[in-house]
């Protein structure tokens, strides 16, 4: 199973920006849709945004479109969160995650079935 590893996180205040990386251990099949998701304590996972398979095809929670950028670069088994115009309630830790699921299911987190470990994001108002 590749492992995922995930940095970049931190305190930010509110307006400011992060970029998330996740580098995977070897280069993920072209099947595998890459994708970054969010939990808060004491709340279910949430969808934030993935790239799905190879194509590069991008589709982002209503809550970060416009504000977030996913980006994948194969050559270096690497996916990017660029955070801009950051929230409050964007605070959370943030999972890097691959998952094989088809296209009517990227948003589902329950269709991500391999996660790193996580990075946490604080951003203060």
């Known amino acids: 199973q590749v492992q995922l590893a995930e940095s970049g996180g931190g305190l930010v205040q509110a307006g400011g920006s992060l970029r998330l990386s996740c580098a995977a251990s070897?280069?993920?099949?072209?099947?595998?849709?890459m994708g970054w998701l969010r939990q808060v304590p004491g709340k279910e996972r949430e969808f934030v945004a993935a790239?799905?398979?190879?194509?590069?095809?991008?589709y982002y929670a209503d809550s970060v479109k416009g504000r977030f950028t996913i980006s994948r670069d194969n050559a270096k088994n690497t996916i990017y969160l660029q955070m801009n115009n950051l929230k409050p309630e964007d605070t959370a830790v943030y999972y890097c995650?691959?998952?094989?699921?088809?296209?009517?299911?990227?948003?589902?987190?329950?269709?991500?079935?391999?996660w790193g470990q996580g990075t946490q994001v604080t951003v203060s108002s």
């Open positions: 995650a691959t998952s094989r699921t088809i296209l009517s299911n990227i948003r589902q987190p329950s269709a991500y079935t391999n």
């Open positions: 070897e280069r993920p099949s072209s099947s595998i849709t």
């Open positions: 790239v799905f398979r190879t194509g590069g095809n991008t």
